[in-house]
């Protein structure tokens, strides 16, 4: 694929994603509070599980075009997970002296978005093993 064709398939999949990701943290801010970014953890949650199943139909099952492979696994999970944010919320918490908080964070994010990916992947391996 061609520069021009390769941005636009990302720049579609990361303005899902991030729109995705948006008006999660605020349904979760809604619902759950501000006082701990459960936005951002979901989002990397949910982005890393989606991960892992597109992961395995995108490369392993489905014959799709390079410009669908990337909207998808580039574009939308990129910009629907979340490091920075993560990253930002962290800095703010220790800036504060709300370390524990900071640490709880850290390690919700890693450990869940790992663990999200990981049944991402086995959960699409079954379902599309026959």
Do not use: D
Not at 99 to 106: D, E, S, V
């Amino acid at each position: 694929m061609t520069f021009l064709p390769t941005v636009l398939a990302i720049g579609v999949g990361a303005t899902i994603g991030a729109s995705v990701r948006y008006y999660l943290t605020q349904f979760m801010n809604a619902t759950m509070g501000s006082t701990f970014p459960y936005g951002t953890l979901s989002a990397n949650i949910i982005g890393s599980f989606l991960a892992g199943i597109l992961v395995v139909v995108v490369l392993e099952k489905a014959n799709l075009h390079e410009a669908y492979r990337l909207l998808l696994l580039i574009g939308l999970t990129g910009s629907l997970t979340t490091m920075s944010t993560l990253s930002w919320e962290s800095v703010e918490m220790i800036s504060s002296g709300h370390y524990g908080q900071a640490g709880i964070n850290i390690l919700l994010n890693v450990l869940l978005s790992l663990a999200a990916a990981g049944s991402g992947v086995v959960l699409a391996r079954y379902l599309f093993s026959s």
